[in-house]
């Protein structure tokens, strides 16, 4: 069935620096590729988040990029604060279902001051 | 925009009784809602897709007749827990999908955290 792998489970880094999270994902057929921000015990937020027919997309601190020959995305957080920690999730739509998205396992960034 | 509420946001059940878990859509009309399921540090698993009017699909493994899905409006669908376990203890959460096919984007609801006793 369809599977999106996330890299590195965790990763811990100073205030300032980068962090890059990677995934990859099995269903070809997948076009939209959103990261989301969890905080303990609450939502996930969305934080950014690609769609198939683009290879880059920045927000301020926050860049995705997409290779779909490959099948993997990437999210790239530059000069990271310490409220930057949280558990990432990476996920890819399932065509078969409309929308449906299967998530990655989570990526737990700690940033230390 | 694209605010999606759940109520209620914990309960705590005895093990045999059924719990109701509503969705709602606040600002916005949603055809399509999803129910997920997260276990303590561990990821979003899909439980079912909703769609207003209509059955909802489930996910393999997951029991229809356990989790029962109702979809009576554009904006609330509703998530039952029949004959909760405490296996079942787990955080429930809700998303809508918002915008035009192709481009739609999914909003997550706060959460409903089960504790069954």
């Known amino acids: 069935g369809e599977n999106v792998e996330q890299h590195p489970s965790t990763l811990s880094v100073q205030e300032g620096d980068s962090a890059v999270i990677k995934c990859t994902y099995s269903d070809s057929a997948s076009n939209y590729f959103p990261w989301y921000k969890q905080e303990l015990g609450k939502r996930p937020q969305l934080i950014i988040d690609i769609r198939s027919n683009v290879g880059e997309k920045k927000d301020q601190r926050i860049a995705v990029t997409l290779n779909k020959t490959a099948k993997h995305f990437s999210l790239h957080i530059t000069e990271t604060q310490p409220e930057d920690s949280a558990v990432y999730f990476c996920?890819?739509?399932?065509?078969?279902?409309?929308?449906?998205?299967?998530f990655g396992k989570g990526t737990t960034l700690s940033v230390s001051s | 925009g694209a605010v999606v509420s759940q109520h209620p946001s914990w309960v705590i059940c005895k093990s045999g009784t059924s719990v109701k878990i509503e969705c709602r859509s606040l600002?916005?009309?949603?055809?399509?809602m999803f129910w997920y399921r997260q276990f303590p540090k561990q990821s979003l698993m899909l439980m079912a897709t909703s769609n207003e009017g209509s059955k909802a699909t489930y996910e393999q493994g997951v029991e229809k007749d356990k989790f029962l899905i109702n979809h009576a409006s554009l904006t609330l669908s509703t998530l039952t827990v029949t004959s909760a376990h405490p296996e079942d203890s787990s955080f429930y959460i809700c998303?809508?999908?918002?915008?035009?096919?192709?481009?739609?984007?999914?909003?997550f609801g706060p959460g409903t955290r089960l504790l069954v006793l």
């Open positions: 998303s809508a999908s918002v915008g035009m096919i192709s481009q739609e984007t999914q909003y």
């Open positions: 996920a890819a739509t399932r065509n078969q279902a409309g929308t449906a998205l299967i």
């Open positions: 600002d916005f009309q949603a055809t399509t």
